[in-house]
């Protein structure tokens, strides 16, 4: 089954983790160990509840190294499943599938810690109608792949980047001389969408005015953000983000804002505990 992502390129993701992997000399402990026409089968499985994201990547690893590989996905990238849930099964070249295991692990480990986290935040909010957004504190190279990930978990991608849309912060307000200058300059430039950051309620005056098409209430107590949400009424979407944890984000959004942004998402997500059993085929 293809897997494509905007942005990304899953045949070069592959070529450079095996280039890091496998250096100059390859996979010298399975060469020696392993004969070269043994083939296994095995399972993948998770040792924890998980929202699953990254099986199809896994796969990929696995068919670059064994394109004759018989894989079985038992689970889709999205949903959630119990501790003990076999999530693919395989069958093939024993040197190929020892020598992409690491990657394959890797790589559903780290996408489903993401998704799992994020799906626990979603159910945090699901009965207030906020919408969870992910951040661009992802880790240099894997943006792509981890916006993937918490949209598995139920979130929406906030900006992919600094290209889609304009968010003017405090240094950006600093240099441009106040936060009404610094919009103004954004609407100059015929930029659509412009995200602007207020800590302050006397900022969302000016921030509107000057035209702002969104407001980031940043480190805002939960009074402030409902105060504030009430000034700006439906002007324009809010936004809650700063310090937001799984304990406080229910507080946050029944505030009225129409989302929160969480960073720790993909800055901070434990990777899921998942395995790879093999046995050899008689």
Do not use: C
Not at 71 to 77: H, Q
Not at 162 to 191: F, Q, Y
Not at 214 to 229: A, C
């Amino acid at each position: 089954m293809s897997f494509s992502l905007d942005r990304f390129d899953l045949d070069a993701f592959i070529h450079s983790t095996f280039a890091e992997d496998l250096g100059e000399g390859g996979d010298i402990t399975s060469a020696s160990v392993i004969p070269e026409t043994a083939r296994f089968s095995g399972v993948m499985d998770s040792r924890d509840a998980i929202t699953v994201a990254g099986l199809s990547i896994a796969e990929a690893f696995f068919r670059a190294l064994d394109p004759d590989v018989e894989i079985e996905r038992l689970v889709a990238d999205g949903d959630s499943v119990p501790a003990g849930t076999d999530l693919m099964k395989l069958t093939g070249l024993a040197r190929a599938m020892l020598t992409a295991e690491r990657s394959a692990l890797n790589t559903v480990q780290h996408l489903s810690g993401i998704a799992t986290m994020t799906r626990g935040y979603v159910d945090e909010i699901a009965d207030t109608g906020v919408t969870l957004l992910d951040t661009r504190k992802t880790i240099p190279g894997l943006r792509a792949l981890e916006k993937y990930a918490t949209r598995m978990g139920g979130a929406q991608n906030h900006r992919m980047g600094l290209w889609d849309a304009a968010m003017i912060k405090d240094n950006h307000i600093a240099v441009a001389g106040s936060v009404g200058e610094a919009v103004r300059r954004a609407v100059d430039a015929g930029i659509d969408e412009i995200i602007v950051e207020v800590d302050r309620p006397d900022e969302i005056e000016p921030a509107l005015e000057a035209g702002a098409t969104r407001l980031l209430l940043d480190n805002m107590p939960p009074e402030m953000l409902r105060s504030s949400v009430e000034q700006i009424g439906d002007r324009v979407p809010t936004e809650a983000s700063g310090g937001v944890t799984l304990g406080s984000i229910n507080e946050i959004a029944k505030t009225g804002v129409d989302f929160i942004s969480v960073g720790r998402l993909t800055q901070s997500a434990p990777a899921a505990d998942i395995g790879l059993d093999f046995a050899e085929i008689d």
